[in-house]
């Protein structure tokens, strides 16, 4: 049974820092490529980075230079690092297993979500 579980979220003051974590059990991460979402209350869910089986990253607009996603294949884990945060960074943060491995398509397993605040 594929389970993915996020951790690291919190309450941050703008301009703080946050790292999340997203730990996979029940599948090896490493052939596939992982996205981590954001939902704030009252919105869409919103793709905000992923990176490939190879390690190719990509970033939403909102986030680029501010947030950077790693992985760890021998940790089975993807970490979502977030610098300079800002009160519109505000949701609960999910990581998703993708599709495929050097594509990013989201696919059917998510996480529980953690939620992240950040205060002005």
């Known amino acids: 049974q594929v389970q993915l579980t996020e951790s690291g979220g919190g309450l941050v003051q703008a301009g703080g820092s946050l790292t999340l974590s997203c730990v996979a059990s029940g599948t090896v991460l490493t052939i596939y490529a992982m996205g981590w979402y954001r939902q704030a209350p009252g919105k869409q869910r919103e793709l905000v980075a992923f990176i490939t089986s190879g390690g190719t990253t990509n970033y939403a607009e909102a986030v680029q230079g501010r947030f950077t996603i790693s992985r760890d294949n021998a940790k089975n884990t993807v970490t979502l690092q977030m610098n300079s945060l800002k009160p519109e960074d505000t949701g609960v943060y999910y990581c998703?297993?993708?599709?495929?491995?050097?594509?990013?398509?989201?696919?059917?397993?998510w996480g529980q979500g953690t939620q992240v605040a950040v205060s002005s």
């Open positions: 998703n297993r993708g599709l495929y491995a050097n594509s990013y398509r989201p696919g059917d397993y």
